[in-house]
């Protein structure tokens, strides 16, 4: 037999080996990977549940916020929060301008609390 094709046939095998090596150690890697990718995964099929339900999820809030204006409020400075965290990750310019607005609703969330208590009174 040809002697360069036997050293070809050891090179790939060779290779072959390595590759398989490699392999493994992705998957041993990537172990750590993969539960926080089905985490993703749960919270995005959690969003879009989210929107399919948005008229129940409304009624709810403003049930929330007739009831329990407080807590509302604690529940609206959270999310305010939440959300201005996720554009500052997203790298996004909103993040500046929610950082103004966020004094504007506030004080836009108290009139309405404030005029929604005397009305109840």
Same mark, same amino acid.
């Given at each position: #037999?040809?002697?360069?094709?036997?050293?070809?046939?050891?090179?790939?095998?060779?290779?072959?080996?390595? *590759? &398989? @090596?490699? @392999?493994?150690?992705?998957?041993?890697?990537?172990?750590?990977? &993969? !539960?926080?990718?089905?985490?993703?995964? &749960?919270?995005?099929?959690?969003?879009? +549940? *989210?929107?399919?339900?948005?008229?129940?999820? !409304?009624?709810?809030?403003? $049930?929330?916020?007739?009831?329990?204006? =407080?807590?509302? +409020?604690?529940? *609206?400075?959270?999310?305010?929060?939440? +959300?201005? #965290?996720?554009?500052? #990750?997203?790298?996004? !310019?909103? *993040?500046?301008?929610? $950082?103004?607005? $966020?004094?504007?609703?506030? =004080?836009? $969330? &108290? @009139?309405?609390?404030?005029?929604?208590?005397?009305? @109840?009174?």
């Amino acid at each position: #037999m040809n002697p360069r094709l036997i050293e070809f046939a050891l090179r790939k095998q060779r290779l072959q080996i390595n *590759a &398989e @090596r490699q @392999r493994d150690n992705m998957v041993r890697h990537l172990e750590g990977v &993969e !539960s926080i990718l089905d985490t993703v995964d &749960e919270v995005r099929d959690g969003v879009g +549940w *989210a929107r399919k339900q948005a008229p129940i999820l !409304s009624g709810a809030a403003l $049930l929330l916020i007739a009831t329990r204006p =407080r807590q509302a +409020w604690r529940l *609206a400075k959270r999310v305010g929060i939440a +959300w201005l #965290m996720y554009r500052r #990750m997203q790298g996004g !310019s909103g *993040a500046r301008v929610s $950082l103004l607005a $966020l004094p504007l609703a506030r =004080r836009l $969330l &108290e @009139r309405m609390l404030r005029s929604f208590a005397g009305s @109840r009174a």
